[in-house]
């Protein structure tokens, strides 16, 4: 129990030094929120009157105090450029984000799991060899180049799937329009398995050289018995950890697909935000993504903790 | 993005002990007999030697745009076509290829050394100090990459100097934390204590110590890192942050050759995406073999 609580009160420092750095850095970039607001075209007097107006022109720390316990009221504050509730922008995008990024996963681990324990079952044959060297390939390409090549190929070549994704509202699209989400969650999925895949092999492998495996095989357990039920359960717990510490590169893995398949989401949102100059809006989703990943690496560790009894928290 | 990619990358070398010094011939030798190791050097020595001398051999202008040649397949006098601006493919792409080698390469030195000067003072310090700088980059590590980089690259015009050190001033974290585990074990060995006991000051030991016998760990994290920043370099490029002409960089060339996907211009695509791979490629396969030769260096 004292363990769970250090580990939260952890996750709590970073989360309020996570807020403080983003917002200073905004702070830095954009140290006038009325220009932005009101264009380059505007008076001083009336930047200067917004500024006052909305509290800008105060010192920074106390704006940040005060974002802080904005934020503690559940308000993400307010975006000009679009005159609209921060957190009213966010919701309506993110579960469409949420689905595709979940869906890529899922399918990631599905089939980076079993290649990665087939891998390292057959450590040095033709199927580990080739399966290592397409992953050095892909990982040597970025995100986007593996989307085009597909688009290249599956849209343009072969016209199987559309090289735009979905632009219905529904968050439940990637089900409803498999066909028209194929090539996005294709892409996902190619990204995630690279990584997952080669850290389940070397997990994998490490299992596989203990004695508790040599002790099943030996009682006689069949090798299916020894991989599903001993080496899984055990090999499984550091891709766990690894979904958790992935979810920065998950989320930026999500706005360059959004961005290539211009797929109505988080990831084009910010993309957009970015073009329009709205803060508001880049400091919401920023610290958005650093609390997923405090919280998602807290989850782990949980979920890891609760799976492997040896392990304490905070030891 | 890449933070992460060189963190799965870059596991931490074995303790110490079981290491030797250094010998730069043995693990150059050691990295020669490895099949990635000369695969990788052998590539990054062409890419680098195509992007420098290939302006001697293939001499084209990067700098006038000619509307009357734009867009025209690969054939007489454009071995690869030309792009939108009748620019020459081929030689467009060992421009760009200059700048993004140079780019990745500035950046990858900046993140390291600000990383390793980071790590080693927070480790030699030790208790509160290190406890606090160590948290700071939890912090920073929290913080999605991407989204930062983008945040400050879309505010400022874009030059080679500045994307390095956006690049680099937010990829210095994964150094830090490798460093500072060299360092925890390093400080406590005799050699260290022997430089204290001669009133070595902390500034000495952490410069003529501690940097110089953690310097297989730094190296292996350049190669991995210069890796990482041209991918980020490509993708801030592709994304519409890269730099504008006149100069280029192989993520912007990808992304003015995207808007003519649909008309199939695939010299503007393919090749230069056949660039950033290999190149990213051979840098990883270059990584892993120094590490493995670091890690079980032959007498």
């Known amino acids: 129990?004292?363990?769970?609580?250090?580990?939260?009160?952890?996750?709590?420092?970073?989360?309020?030094?996570?807020?403080?750095?983003?917002?200073?850095?905004?702070?830095?970039?954009?140290?006038?929120?009325?220009?932005?607001?009101?264009?380059?075209?505007?008076?001083?007097?009336?930047?200067?009157?917004?500024?006052?107006?909305?509290?800008?022109?105060?010192?920074?720390?106390?704006?940040?105090?005060?974002?802080?316990?904005?934020?503690?009221?559940?308000?993400?504050?307010?975006?000009?450029?679009?005159?609209?509730?921060?957190?009213?922008?966010?919701?309506?995008?993110?579960?469409?984000?949420?689905?595709?990024?979940?869906?890529?996963?899922?399918?990631?681990?599905?089939?980076?799991?079993?290649?990665?324990?087939?891998?390292?079952?057959?450590?040095?044959?033709?199927?580990?060899?080739?399966?290592?060297?397409?992953?050095?390939?892909?990982?040597?390409?970025?995100?986007?180049?593996?989307?085009?090549?597909?688009?290249?190929?599956?849209?343009?070549?072969?016209?199987?799937?559309?090289?735009?994704?979905?632009?219905?509202?529904?968050?439940?699209?990637?089900?409803?329009?498999?066909?028209?989400?194929?090539?996005?969650?294709?892409?996902?999925?190619?990204?995630?398995?690279?990584?997952?895949?080669?850290?389940?092999?070397?997990?994998?492998?490490?299992?596989?050289?203990?004695?508790?495996?040599?002790?099943?095989?030996?009682?006689?357990?069949?090798?299916?018995?020894?991989?599903?039920?001993?080496?899984?359960?055990?090999?499984?717990?550091?891709?766990?950890?690894?979904?958790?510490?992935?979810?920065?590169?998950?989320?930026?893995?999500?706005?360059?697909?959004?961005?290539?398949?211009?797929?109505?989401?988080?990831?084009?949102?910010?993309?957009?935000?970015?073009?329009r100059e709205d803060y508001p809006v880049l400091l919401a989703y920023t610290l958005i993504g650093g609390a997923l990943t405090v919280i998602g690496n807290l989850v782990a560790d949980l979920v890891v903790a609760r799976a492997d009894r040896r392990i304490e928290l905070g030891r | 993005m890449s933070t992460a990619r060189a963190e799965v990358a870059a596991e931490e070398l074995p303790s110490l002990a079981t290491r030797n010094p250094i010998s730069r011939s043995a693990v150059l030798r050691s990295l020669w007999r490895s099949r990635t190791g000369r695969t990788g050097a052998v590539l990054l020595v062409v890419l680098v030697l195509f992007c420098y001398l290939g302006p001697l051999i293939h001499p084209t202008n990067q700098t006038d745009v000619d509307l009357l040649n734009a867009a025209l397949p690969p054939g007489d006098g454009f071995p690869l076509g030309t792009d939108s601006n009748g620019f020459d493919v081929l030689g467009r792409l060992m421009q760009g290829g200059q700048v993004s080698l140079q780019i990745g390469l500035l950046a990858a030195v900046f993140a390291t050394t600000l990383g390793t000067i980071y790590g080693a003072v927070a480790g030699l310090v030790g208790g509160v100090v290190d406890g606090i700088m160590m948290r700071v980059v939890d912090v920073l590590l929290s913080i999605p990459f991407l989204f930062f980089v983008l945040i400050i690259a879309a505010r400022f015009t874009a030059t080679p100097l500045t994307l390095s050190l956006v690049i680099g001033g937010f990829s210095w974290l994964v150094a830090a934390r490798l460093i500072r585990g060299e360092v925890l074990s390093l400080r406590v060995r005799e050699f260290v204590s022997a430089a204290r006991l001669m009133g070595a000051s902390n500034r000495r030991l952490i410069f003529s110590h501690l940097i110089p016998n953690t310097f297989g760990v730094i190296i292996v994290n350049l190669t991995f890192q210069v890796a990482d920043s041209i991918i980020v370099l490509a993708a801030l490029g592709y994304l519409g942050f890269g730099l504008s002409y006149p100069v280029t960089d192989w993520g912007s060339q990808l992304s003015s050759g995207v808007s003519f996907l649909a008309a199939d211009y695939w010299w503007l695509i393919y090749p230069v995406g056949g660039f950033i791979v290999l190149t990213v490629l051979a840098l990883n396969l270059l990584g892993d073999a120094l590490r493995d030769a670091i890690e079980h260096r032959s007498p």
Not at chain 1, 35 to 51: E, I, K, M, W
Not at chain 1, 88 to 112: D, E, K, Y
Not at chain 1, 150 to 176: D, K, M, R, Y
């Open chain 1, 1 to 275: 129990m004292w363990f769970l609580l250090r580990r939260v009160l952890v996750s709590l420092v970073v989360l309020l030094g996570i807020s403080l750095v983003v917002f200073l850095m905004l702070n830095l970039i954009s140290d006038s929120p009325g220009r932005a607001a009101l264009g380059q075209q505007a008076s001083q007097a009336a930047v200067d009157a917004f500024n006052r107006e909305h509290g800008y022109d105060r010192p920074v720390l106390i704006q940040y105090v005060d974002y802080l316990l904005q934020l503690l009221r559940g308000d993400l504050g307010r975006s000009y450029k679009l005159n609209e509730e921060v957190g009213t922008l966010l919701l309506q995008n993110a579960p469409r984000s949420a689905m595709l990024s979940l869906a890529g996963l899922v399918l990631a681990l599905v089939i980076a799991i079993p290649l990665g324990i087939l891998q390292a079952v057959r450590r040095g044959r033709f199927i580990d060899r080739a399966a290592t060297s397409i992953s050095y390939l892909l990982y040597a390409t970025p995100s986007f180049l593996i989307a085009l090549v597909l688009i290249g190929i599956f849209s343009q070549t072969i016209p199987l799937f559309p090289a735009e994704a979905s632009q219905s509202s529904s968050p439940w699209v990637v089900f409803t329009d498999p066909r028209s989400m194929a090539l996005p969650l294709i892409t996902l999925a190619i990204t995630n398995v690279v990584v997952f895949a080669q850290y389940q092999r070397s997990a994998a492998l490490e299992q596989l050289g203990m004695d508790y495996i040599r002790v099943a095989r030996a009682k006689g357990a069949s090798e299916r018995i020894v991989l599903t039920r001993h080496l899984l359960r055990n090999a499984i717990t550091p891709i766990i950890t690894l979904v958790g510490v992935l979810i920065p590169t998950l989320l930026a893995g999500n706005l360059i697909v959004e961005a290539v398949f211009n797929y109505p989401g988080l990831g084009l949102l910010f993309l957009n935000s970015l073009h």
